[in-house]
């Protein structure tokens, strides 16, 4: 028997990751900007570039990197990653004939307005930013063509991630399972800290084909603001109010667990956004250990008595769940 009896290419993907794209976008003096971190990997008939050393069915990453700086300097989408990202993997399907799928992640990094003191605009100065958190906004996108070129099917998940946060009180975490292997004590106040990673999917939607020939144009059927338009997956709104739910129900949650806690921001989500139809966190329970002092005789255990803790960076707990809409 030779070795090729023995296996078979069952899945296959590729392309650039890490692409990293700052674009600036100027209306006369006020300008806007992005800073994105994108991904684009393909799927489609590609198998003998594996199998058979055929690169003649590659499009080289090195070129998918090269579109995904074109499209960020031509396309009128740049400034939403859900609209980018859709762009860029509608593009990438309807270039090349043996490419059935692309798959495009945009990360985007905070960039805020700087407010100037007694400066005329309230939204802040036209043209300097400032890095006002580590967490990304994070749009995940699948253009599919299996059912042909002209009726693409988009699946969009969106969401943030690196979110950190913490609350010195408000936690519990009592009435657990115990048995031969539970050392944790009950503590009904504790420090609740967490790095979240949320993403929420939408319902497929259907994507018009480009009929340009270059393949550039993306038609996005109704913006905000226009006749008929009921909500679309690229709506800001999304993003913020997402954001907002979770920050505030971690904040005034009198948590009972981190699954609890979890339970109640997707909850909120699913409630103020029609268009979600599920909602994802990646919670870790960053631990936040009170040191133990008492052979000084120093009571640093008891819980009003904690100030002191060890912030403990592994292991962490982690808690997961996907809430869907009924
Ligand atoms: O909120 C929590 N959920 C758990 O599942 C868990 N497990 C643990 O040790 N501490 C915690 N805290």
Known sequence: ???SDLSELTAARYGKTKVRVFRIVRQGTWHHIVEYNVE???EGEISTSYTKADNSVVVATDSIKNITYYLAKISPHILNPEKFALHLATFLVSKYAHITKAFVTVEQLRWSRIHVAGEESPEGHPHSFYRDGDDKRVVRVEVDATFGKDKLVGKVTA???DLLVLKSTGSSFTKFHRDEYTTL???DDRIFSTSIDLSYTFSDISISAPADEKKLE?????QQGEPGYKGSVWDEDVPSRARTATL???AVDESASVQATLYKMAQRIIAENALVQSVTYA???KHYVPVDMRYLGVDNLTPAKAEVFVPIAAPSGLITATISRK
């Open 218 to 222: 993306f038609i996005v059927p109704l």
């Open 1 to 3: 028997m030779s070795a």
């Open 248 to 250: 505030e129900t971690f």
């Open 283 to 285: 919670l870790p329970n």
């Open 40 to 42: 684009a990997l393909l």
């Open 185 to 187: 004590v009950e503590v």
């Open 159 to 161: 969401g943030l991630s």
